[in-house]
Protein backbone atom coordinates (compact mmCIF):
# COMPACT_ATOMS: atom_id res chain seq x y z
CA UNK A 1 0.00 0.00 0.00
CA UNK A 2 2.66 2.67 0.68
CA UNK A 3 4.69 1.55 -2.76
CA UNK A 4 1.31 2.36 -4.55
CA UNK A 5 0.61 6.12 -2.68
CA UNK A 6 4.23 6.88 -2.94
CA UNK A 7 4.24 6.42 -6.59
CA UNK A 8 1.03 8.44 -7.14
CA UNK A 9 2.97 11.28 -5.15
CA UNK A 10 5.65 11.07 -6.63
CA UNK A 11 4.53 11.16 -9.95
CA UNK A 12 1.73 14.08 -9.59
CA UNK A 13 4.53 16.38 -8.06
CA UNK A 14 7.40 15.69 -9.64
CA UNK A 15 9.34 18.69 -11.81
CA UNK A 16 11.73 18.88 -14.30
CA UNK A 17 14.07 20.68 -11.95
CA UNK A 18 13.61 17.58 -9.39
CA UNK A 19 13.01 19.92 -6.61
CA UNK A 20 9.70 20.43 -4.95
CA UNK A 21 8.03 22.70 -2.14
CA UNK A 22 9.84 20.77 0.89
CA UNK A 23 13.04 22.28 1.05
CA UNK A 24 15.57 19.20 0.54
CA UNK A 25 12.98 16.82 -0.71
CA UNK A 26 13.61 15.77 -3.97
CA UNK A 27 11.68 14.13 -6.75
CA UNK A 28 13.30 12.07 -9.86
CA UNK A 29 11.46 10.93 -12.71
CA UNK A 30 13.41 9.14 -15.50
CA UNK A 31 10.78 7.29 -18.33
CA UNK A 32 14.12 5.14 -19.72
CA UNK A 33 17.35 3.54 -19.02
CA UNK A 34 20.49 5.34 -19.54
CA UNK A 35 24.39 5.09 -19.67
CA UNK A 36 26.66 5.12 -17.22
CA UNK A 37 26.96 8.74 -16.19
CA UNK A 38 29.36 10.44 -13.49
CA UNK A 39 28.22 12.19 -10.32
CA UNK A 40 28.76 13.65 -6.72
CA UNK A 41 26.34 11.66 -4.38
CA UNK A 42 25.98 13.85 -2.40
CA UNK A 43 24.58 13.35 1.74
CA UNK A 44 21.53 12.36 0.57
CA UNK A 45 18.74 9.44 1.28
CA UNK A 46 17.16 7.86 -1.16
CA UNK A 47 14.45 5.83 -1.97
CA UNK A 48 13.16 3.78 -5.10
CA UNK A 49 9.20 3.50 -5.73
CA UNK A 50 9.56 2.31 -8.97
CA UNK A 51 12.09 1.06 -11.75
CA UNK A 52 15.80 0.73 -10.50
CA UNK A 53 19.24 2.11 -10.24
CA UNK A 54 22.93 0.93 -10.26
CA UNK A 55 25.73 2.86 -8.80
CA UNK A 56 29.66 2.56 -8.93
CA UNK A 57 31.92 3.69 -6.09
CA UNK A 58 35.36 2.37 -6.99
CA UNK A 59 34.89 -1.42 -7.19
CA UNK A 60 31.81 -1.48 -5.81
CA UNK A 61 28.65 -1.36 -6.93
CA UNK A 62 24.79 -0.99 -5.41
CA UNK A 63 21.83 -2.01 -7.07
CA UNK A 64 18.64 -1.04 -5.60
CA UNK A 65 14.95 -1.28 -6.55
CA UNK A 66 11.40 -0.69 -5.74
CA UNK A 67 11.04 -0.73 -2.25
CA UNK A 68 14.63 0.05 -1.09
CA UNK A 69 16.38 2.64 0.00
CA UNK A 70 20.26 3.76 -0.57
CA UNK A 71 22.06 6.15 1.90
CA UNK A 72 24.85 8.45 1.25
CA UNK A 73 26.81 9.72 4.14
CA UNK A 74 30.04 11.12 2.21
CA UNK A 75 29.76 13.37 -1.08
CA UNK A 76 31.53 10.60 -3.09
CA UNK A 77 32.23 10.43 -7.04
CA UNK A 78 30.53 7.59 -8.17
CA UNK A 79 28.98 6.30 -11.47
CA UNK A 80 25.39 5.89 -11.52
CA UNK A 81 22.50 5.02 -14.06
CA UNK A 82 18.74 3.80 -14.16
CA UNK A 83 18.81 0.23 -15.60
CA UNK A 84 14.64 -0.39 -15.36
CA UNK A 85 12.65 2.77 -16.67
CA UNK A 86 10.20 3.17 -19.89
CA UNK A 87 7.77 5.70 -20.45
CA UNK A 88 4.90 3.14 -19.27
CA UNK A 89 6.20 2.90 -15.96
CA UNK A 90 9.45 5.62 -15.21
CA UNK A 91 11.83 5.23 -12.79
CA UNK A 92 10.35 7.27 -9.63
CA UNK A 93 12.19 7.85 -6.60
CA UNK A 94 12.15 10.26 -3.53
CA UNK A 95 15.40 12.37 -1.79
CA UNK A 96 16.14 13.51 0.97
CA UNK A 97 19.04 15.80 1.96
CA UNK A 98 21.04 14.22 5.12
CA UNK A 99 22.20 17.51 7.10
CA UNK A 100 24.60 16.44 10.09
CA UNK A 101 23.18 19.29 12.16
CA UNK A 102 20.17 17.35 11.99
CA UNK A 103 21.66 14.14 12.99
CA UNK A 104 23.24 15.00 15.85
CA UNK A 105 20.86 17.14 17.26
CA UNK A 106 18.74 14.21 17.20
CA UNK A 107 21.54 11.87 18.43
CA UNK A 108 21.54 14.39 21.62
CA UNK A 109 18.01 14.20 22.29
CA UNK A 110 17.87 9.79 22.57
CA UNK A 111 18.23 8.28 25.47
CA UNK A 112 20.57 5.99 26.71
CA UNK A 113 20.15 2.95 24.84
CA UNK A 114 17.92 4.19 22.18
CA UNK A 115 20.85 3.67 19.37
CA UNK A 116 23.06 0.78 19.08
CA UNK A 117 27.08 1.83 20.14
CA UNK A 118 28.81 3.19 17.35
CA UNK A 119 31.90 1.17 16.86
CA UNK A 120 35.02 2.86 15.94
CA UNK A 121 35.81 1.72 12.52
CA UNK A 122 34.49 3.74 9.75
CA UNK A 123 31.28 1.88 7.93
CA UNK A 124 31.25 2.03 3.98
CA UNK A 125 29.91 5.86 2.63
CA UNK A 126 27.18 4.21 0.67
CA UNK A 127 24.45 1.65 1.91
CA UNK A 128 21.48 0.08 0.62
CA UNK A 129 18.76 -1.96 2.41
CA UNK A 130 15.15 -2.71 2.53
CA UNK A 131 12.89 0.11 3.40
CA UNK A 132 10.75 -0.93 6.33
CA UNK A 133 7.16 -0.22 6.58
CA UNK A 134 7.46 2.57 9.06
CA UNK A 135 10.40 4.45 7.33
CA UNK A 136 7.73 4.31 3.60
CA UNK A 137 4.67 5.79 5.93
CA UNK A 138 6.96 8.58 6.73
CA UNK A 139 7.78 9.32 3.75
CA UNK A 140 4.11 9.11 2.24
CA UNK A 141 3.22 11.47 4.89
CA UNK A 142 5.67 13.93 4.03
CA UNK A 143 4.89 13.87 0.04
CA UNK A 144 1.53 14.26 1.10
CA UNK A 145 2.01 18.01 3.00
CA UNK A 146 2.77 18.97 -0.87
CA UNK A 147 -1.01 18.45 -1.61
CA UNK A 148 -1.16 20.83 1.88
CA UNK A 149 0.24 23.92 2.00
CA UNK A 150 -1.23 25.23 4.93
CA UNK A 151 0.05 22.30 7.17
CA UNK A 152 3.68 22.04 5.39
CA UNK A 153 5.46 24.71 7.11
CA UNK A 154 4.83 23.32 10.62
CA UNK A 155 4.37 19.26 9.63
CA UNK A 156 7.19 18.84 7.55
CA UNK A 157 9.94 19.72 9.85
CA UNK A 158 8.83 17.09 11.94
CA UNK A 159 8.43 14.55 9.44
CA UNK A 160 11.64 14.74 8.64
CA UNK A 161 12.87 14.88 11.75
CA UNK A 162 11.11 11.02 11.78
CA UNK A 163 12.40 9.55 8.85
CA UNK A 164 16.22 10.73 10.04
CA UNK A 165 15.25 8.93 13.33
CA UNK A 166 13.94 5.74 11.45
CA UNK A 167 17.47 5.63 9.22
CA UNK A 168 19.03 6.07 12.53
CA UNK A 169 17.71 3.31 14.29
CA UNK A 170 17.11 1.07 11.19
CA UNK A 171 19.51 -1.32 9.57
CA UNK A 172 21.95 1.75 7.75
CA UNK A 173 22.07 3.26 11.10
CA UNK A 174 25.69 2.97 12.12
CA UNK A 175 26.39 4.88 8.36
CA UNK A 176 23.80 7.78 9.82
CA UNK A 177 24.68 8.13 12.97
CA UNK A 178 28.44 8.90 12.53
CA UNK A 179 27.21 11.57 10.28
CA UNK A 180 26.15 13.49 13.44
CA UNK A 181 29.16 12.58 15.83
CA UNK A 182 32.14 15.51 15.28
CA UNK A 183 34.73 12.89 16.29
CA UNK A 184 33.74 9.48 14.34
CA UNK A 185 36.31 8.14 12.62
CA UNK A 186 33.31 9.14 8.90
CA UNK A 187 33.84 12.29 10.18
CA UNK A 188 37.68 12.23 9.78
CA UNK A 189 37.22 11.34 6.47
CA UNK A 190 35.01 13.24 5.62
CA UNK A 191 36.87 16.41 6.35
CA UNK A 192 39.71 14.47 4.11
CA UNK A 193 37.02 14.48 1.19
CA UNK A 194 36.55 17.99 1.29
CA UNK A 195 39.69 19.07 1.34
CA UNK A 196 40.99 16.58 -1.73
CA UNK A 197 37.74 17.89 -3.18
CA UNK A 198 38.86 21.26 -2.79
CA UNK A 199 42.50 21.26 -3.97
CA UNK A 200 41.72 18.29 -6.26
CA UNK A 201 44.17 20.27 -8.72
CA UNK A 202 46.87 20.16 -6.07
CA UNK A 203 49.51 17.60 -5.40
CA UNK A 204 49.30 16.01 -2.10
CA UNK A 205 51.17 13.62 0.62
CA UNK A 206 49.14 11.04 2.03
CA UNK A 207 50.40 11.73 5.21
CA UNK A 208 49.78 15.63 5.44
CA UNK A 209 46.33 15.01 4.78
CA UNK A 210 45.84 12.04 7.50
CA UNK A 211 47.70 14.90 9.93
CA UNK A 212 45.18 17.26 9.06
CA UNK A 213 42.03 14.41 9.02
CA UNK A 214 43.41 13.73 13.10
CA UNK A 215 44.71 10.22 12.25
CA UNK A 216 47.62 8.12 11.99
CA UNK A 217 48.56 7.23 8.42
CA UNK A 218 47.52 3.73 8.74
CA UNK A 219 44.23 4.55 10.01
CA UNK A 220 43.42 7.03 7.60
CA UNK A 221 44.30 4.49 4.86
CA UNK A 222 42.07 1.76 6.08
CA UNK A 223 38.80 4.00 7.16
CA UNK A 224 39.67 5.64 3.87
CA UNK A 225 39.02 3.07 1.71
CA UNK A 226 36.54 1.71 4.12
CA UNK A 227 34.38 5.04 3.57
CA UNK A 228 35.46 5.75 -0.72
CA UNK A 229 36.00 1.72 -2.08
CA UNK A 230 39.19 3.85 -3.23
CA UNK A 231 42.49 5.28 -1.87
CA UNK A 232 42.70 8.87 -1.71
CA UNK A 233 45.08 9.04 -4.94
CA UNK A 234 42.26 7.54 -6.94
CA UNK A 235 39.67 9.53 -5.23
CA UNK A 236 41.43 12.60 -6.43
CA UNK A 237 42.22 11.31 -9.52
CA UNK A 238 38.58 10.54 -9.95
CA UNK A 239 37.35 14.01 -9.11
CA UNK A 240 39.80 15.79 -11.25
CA UNK A 241 38.52 13.75 -14.31
CA UNK A 242 34.78 14.62 -13.59
CA UNK A 243 35.96 18.52 -13.08
CA UNK A 244 38.04 17.96 -16.17
CA UNK A 245 34.40 16.32 -18.07
CA UNK A 246 32.37 19.39 -16.77
CA UNK A 247 34.83 21.87 -18.18
CA UNK A 248 35.34 19.87 -21.42
CA UNK A 249 31.35 20.72 -22.08
CA UNK A 250 32.09 24.57 -22.16
CA UNK A 251 35.85 24.49 -23.67
CA UNK A 252 35.64 21.42 -26.14
CA UNK A 253 38.60 22.95 -28.31
CA UNK A 254 41.26 23.24 -24.88
CA UNK A 255 41.92 20.01 -24.40
CA UNK A 256 45.34 20.80 -22.97
CA UNK A 257 44.35 23.70 -20.66
CA UNK A 258 42.02 21.52 -19.21
CA UNK A 259 44.02 19.24 -18.32
CA UNK A 260 46.40 21.31 -16.69
CA UNK A 261 43.65 23.32 -14.85
CA UNK A 262 42.57 19.75 -13.11
CA UNK A 263 46.34 19.34 -12.38
CA UNK A 264 47.66 17.32 -15.48
CA UNK A 265 50.99 18.20 -16.34
CA UNK A 266 50.89 15.55 -19.26
CA UNK A 267 48.49 15.60 -21.94
CA UNK A 268 49.45 12.03 -22.69
CA UNK A 269 48.50 10.82 -19.44
CA UNK A 270 45.38 13.33 -18.75
CA UNK A 271 44.28 11.68 -22.53
CA UNK A 272 45.04 8.10 -21.00
CA UNK A 273 43.34 7.96 -17.65
CA UNK A 274 40.14 9.97 -19.45
CA UNK A 275 39.42 7.67 -21.85
CA UNK A 276 39.32 4.64 -19.63
CA UNK A 277 37.60 6.63 -17.23
CA UNK A 278 35.28 7.55 -19.81
CA UNK A 279 35.26 5.43 -22.71
CA UNK A 280 36.91 8.28 -25.13
CA UNK A 281 39.48 10.20 -25.56
CA UNK A 282 38.46 14.00 -24.53
CA UNK A 283 38.31 15.96 -27.40
CA UNK A 284 35.91 13.16 -28.78
CA UNK A 285 34.02 13.11 -25.64
CA UNK A 286 33.82 16.65 -25.55
CA UNK A 287 32.14 16.55 -29.13
CA UNK A 288 29.43 13.69 -28.05
CA UNK A 289 28.75 15.69 -25.02
CA UNK A 290 28.18 18.74 -27.26
CA UNK A 291 25.92 16.96 -29.83
CA UNK A 292 23.79 15.61 -26.87
CA UNK A 293 23.02 18.90 -25.55
CA UNK A 294 22.17 20.32 -28.66
CA UNK A 295 19.84 17.43 -29.62
CA UNK A 296 18.29 17.52 -26.28
CA UNK A 297 18.12 21.43 -26.23
CA UNK A 298 16.32 20.69 -29.85
CA UNK A 299 12.83 18.72 -27.94
CA UNK A 300 12.63 21.07 -25.61
CA UNK A 301 9.72 23.48 -25.60
Keep these: MHLDELRTLLARHVRPDWTTAIDGVLISKVDRPDPPAPSMSGTVLAVIAQGAKRLALGDRVYAYGAGQYLVASVDLPVTGQF ?13 LLLEPSAVAELLLHAGPGDTPRTGGAAPSGIAVSDAPPALLDAVVRLLRLLDEPRDRAVLAPL ?14 GATVRQLGLADSSLSHVSRAVRWIREHYDEPFRVEDVARMSGMSVSAFHRNFQAVTAMSPIRFQKQIRLQ ?59
Design 243 to 301: EARLLLATHPGDVTGVGRRVGYDNPSQFSREYRRQFGAPPSKDAARLRDAARATAGVLP
Design 83 to 95: TQADPDQPALGFG
Design 159 to 172: VKREILWRLITGEQ
